[in-house]
């Protein structure tokens, strides 16, 4: 037998009662039926509510078996004791007549199970059943305990992280735009009067330098996402659409796109990072376009308590396989050479996402396009 075993099993352990009984030839009954089914355990017998009272600070009982009345009090305000003094102890009723209403108010208030006086053979079935509960209990308990504690932790490890980042990144930025201006300069100054590899090299360290930097304006940005978050509140997303049209209307004019989209919901969002999701599915949808006009469609539709957001495209798609892999940081699907960024636009996007407390996915076919769908909560 296990040792977990052992723990629910009364034969198996020494078990200490506490009896709140008056009558001294029912005290007898109860023990010499607890002692025919093979108990191992002692007990001690309380009358009024001071004895009771020091009896659980002295030896803190497995189990309670408590008549309903007694002379001086009524034995179920013992649940009342326990509860001020956070006492987690099964309580049985041991009593001689109990109506149906009376005992489905007791098990209401606290009281695990009843067993009449006139049936003990069932107390044993009562108590065993009574100390699996407990230990039920005090593993859900433990098993609470430890994941609030996990929770705590990795919360504590994120907020360290982010400000890692977030620091490390900021700190990089000056030295690095010195490297880069200084490189700059130095292919200005010396193109075409040193040797070709030497304004080779030279590119290659300014083109270095450039990416380093977006690196580390991308990285601060996904640091920012809960560094600098705004608690949400009720937006209106078609606003918030309008606004990011605007501020990309060179980059549709550029690549002449068709934006098309419905009027769309209020939700319960931070209005800066919902237009930076806007932001980045709208650019990865004129990027990744084919030999077709770019065109893309952003709608939002009723699901639940939520809404679901979607930016459909007619790009150039890819295989359903990558879906899960463009939303982590740095990853891209295509060389530099084809298409610019580094790769962590979609990994922003989901982080301010699950934020609000929603998912992210993607509906793709090769050749055909992608659909990006979001959820967020509706508002309250």
Request: charged share 30%.
């Amino acid at each position: 037998m296990s040792a977990e075993a052992s723990t629910l099993d009364p034969a198996t352990q020494k078990l200490h009662f506490l009896l709140i009984e008056d009558n001294p030839f029912d005290v007898e009954l109860i023990e010499r039926e607890l002692r025919k089914t093979g108990f191992e355990f002692t007990f001690v017998v309380v009358e009024c509510e001071e004895d009771f009272r020091r009896e659980i600070h002295s030896r803190l009982p497995d189990v309670i078996l408590t008549d309903y009345n007694l002379p001086q009090w009524r034995g179920v305000e013992a649940l009342d004791i326990l509860r001020r003094e956070q006492l987690e102890v099964p309580m049985i009723l041991v009593t001689g007549a109990l109506g149906e209403m009376t005992a489905v108010e007791c098990i209401k208030n606290g009281i695990t199970d009843y067993v009449l006086k006139g049936a003990l053979a069932r107390l044993p079935v009562a108590i065993r059943r009574a100390l699996h509960e407990k230990e039920l209990h005090k593993q859900r308990k433990q098993a609470e305990r430890e994941k609030e504690e996990y929770l705590q932790e990795l919360k504590r490890s994120n907020a360290e992280l982010e400000q890692f980042a977030y620091i490390a990144s900021h700190d990089l930025q000056e030295p690095l735009r010195m490297v880069a201006s200084y490189t700059e300069i130095l292919g200005e100054r010396y193109r075409g009067k040193l040797d070709a590899n030497a304004d080779k090299y030279i590119a290659y360290a300014v083109d270095g330098a450039q990416r380093m930097q977006r690196l580390i304006r991308d990285l601060l940005a996904y640091a920012r996402v809960s560094s600098q978050a705004k608690p949400p509140q009720p937006i209106d997303a078609s606003a918030v659409l309008a606004t990011t049209l605007r501020g990309m209307h060179s980059t549709i004019e550029g690549n002449k796109a068709e934006i098309v989209f419905d009027q769309l919901p209020t939700v319960m969002a931070d209005e800066g990072q919902l237009g930076q999701v806007f932001q980045n599915l709208i650019a990865n949808a004129i990027k990744f376009h084919s030999d077709r006009t770019p065109h893309v469609e952003i709608r939002a539709q009723r699901s639940g308590n939520s809404w679901d957001f979607s930016v459909q495209d007619n790009g150039i798609g890819m295989e359903m396989e990558s879906a899960g892999r463009i939303f982590q940081m740095f990853q891209r699907l295509h060389g530099r050479e084809e298409y610019e960024g580094t790769g962590i636009g979609l990994a922003i996007s989901k982080r301010i996402v699950e934020r609000h407390g929603g998912r992210i996915w993607c509906d793709s076919t090769p050749g055909q396009g992608s659909t990006f769908h979001f959820t967020l909560p509706k508002e309250k």
